[in-house]
């Protein structure tokens, strides 16, 4: 029986969706060598390249900028130059506008499979980026030296070893269970239902989010006047709202919504998520480290997801680029590297974990004291310029320790 052939990296990513591309390409000229494994075919694209709408953050659009990323965009981000939060029957909303701060926009909006195809084509780029697609890991191991993965391709078995192991392989990550990594889960009981609208007044680069009883709405602004939107139910009522027709749907998102943004009158396809918090309890092991979704997945209230995910890739290749040129025989998967990666995610994640589930939580509440001092909340807040700067930096994913690449703030 032939031997497996056999690849030796020095960092390997798993998962080639939107985290672990920009990680590829975050690392491209860093001096290792970098080798990335998909799971699907570049015909049959990745879970993440879907048609939700992204709101990247002004640090996301910089970082993607200077990664060379948004030039290959079919269609440029729709900029987000106004944000309004409101909740449904209490007083009391916040108003940011990005000429108060003062910054030319807090972020703009894509559609996740443009961008998934042009984080491809610029992997395809980085010359010192192997790429195995379609390929999947059936095993790893970490060892002193190195992990050792067992990769499937339809040309047959291979043997990848590599001293750094990253894994940007989504939420249910089957690296981190090898790696025997827990994670603390929490079921929101939504299902989060996404789809295009049309309304009957120009969107003005506002983005909308509204608190319901029922969970949050939200309306990303588009090109041509559209909205991206997004509705949470309850997962109990996800299956009587997919049957819905597109007027009763449009409908519904109408009463939910109401009428700030005109009368909605025509919906594209719509999708469904199941709502989960799901947060590894470790970021490393030996030899390995999480990314984006396979790290943390969060309630998309804010739009942090993505953002969040981003940011690990930016500090990752930032710590290798550093390990790199410390010394010529570097050890990519040191464990001070690994040390110093978790401890430079702590504030950010956590600051943006707290955010988002603190956000779907609270504005869910009933109880009339919750009401009382929610909506009091939401006025000091937004008599608060020091308070609306904060929000405002958190949203545009400027808050607390950058990474080098996100230093220089455009204004």
């Not at 998962?15 to 060598?33: D, K």
């Not at 640090?59 to 030039?71: D, F, K």
């Not at 027709?245 to 943004?261: E, I, M, T």
């Not at 040191?334 to 988002?356: H, I, N």
Request: a positive charge; hydrophobic letters at 45%.
């Amino acid at each position: 029986m032939q031997e497996p052939e056999l690849a030796r990296f020095d960092v390997v990513i798993v998962g080639g969706g939107l985290v672990g591309c920009s990680l590829a390409i975050a690392l491209s000229g860093s001096g290792w060598s970098i080798g990335l494994i998909e799971q699907h075919s570049p015909e049959l694209a990745p879970p993440g390249f879907d048609d939700r709408n992204l709101a990247l953050s002004r640090a996301s659009l910089l970082a993607l900028q200077r990664l060379q990323v948004l030039p290959l965009l079919d269609t440029p981000p729709e900029s987000i130059n106004t944000i309004h939060v409101s909740r449904a029957g209490e007083p009391g909303n916040v108003h940011l506008s990005a000429a108060e701060h003062p910054v030319d926009r807090f972020g703009g909006v894509v559609v996740a499979r443009e961008l998934g195809h042009a984080l491809r084509r610029r992997v395809q780029q980085c010359t010192d980026v192997a790429v195995w697609s379609p390929a999947k890991v059936c095993s790893a191991s970490a060892g002193m030296e190195n992990v050792r993965l067992q990769v499937q391709r339809p040309q047959g078995a291979f043997t990848v070893e590599a001293r750094l192991l990253l894994a940007a392989d989504g939420s249910d990550s089957p690296l981190r269970q090898a790696m025997g990594i827990d994670e603390t889960v929490h079921d929101y009981a939504q299902h989060l239902f996404v789809s295009v609208l049309q309304a009957s007044r120009a969107h003005q680069q506002c983005a909308w989010e509204r608190f319901t009883e029922h969970g949050p709405v939200a309306l990303l602004p588009m090109a041509h006047d559209r909205f991206g939107s997004v509705m949470a139910v309850a997962s109990t009522d996800a299956e009587a709202v997919t049957a819905l027709s597109d007027d009763a749907y449009l409908a519904l998102f109408q009463q939910r919504f109401g009428w700030r943004a005109g009368r909605f009158t025509r919906v594209g396809k719509r999708s469904a998520y199941a709502m989960r918090l799901r947060v590894a309890k470790q970021l490393v092991a030996p030899r390995f480290a999480l990314l984006g979704n396979a790290a943390q997945t969060l309630h998309p209230i804010g739009a942090q997801g993505f953002n969040l995910g981003l940011r690990d890739a930016l500090w990752m290749a930032q710590l290798l680029g550093e390990q790199h040129a410390r010394q010529a025989q570097a050890d990519p998967g040191d464990a001070g590297m690994l040390q110093r990666y978790a401890a430079a995610r702590v504030e950010d994640r956590q600051r943006t974990l707290d955010f988002s589930d603190g956000m779907a939580r609270l504005f869910v509440r009933q109880a009339w004291p919750v009401r009382v001092l929610r909506a009091a909340g939401m006025m000091l807040l937004e008599a608060s310029p020091l308070a609306k700067r904060r929000l405002a930096e958190q949203a545009m994913g400027l808050a607390g320790r950058l990474p080098r690449i996100l230093q220089e703030r455009a204004q």
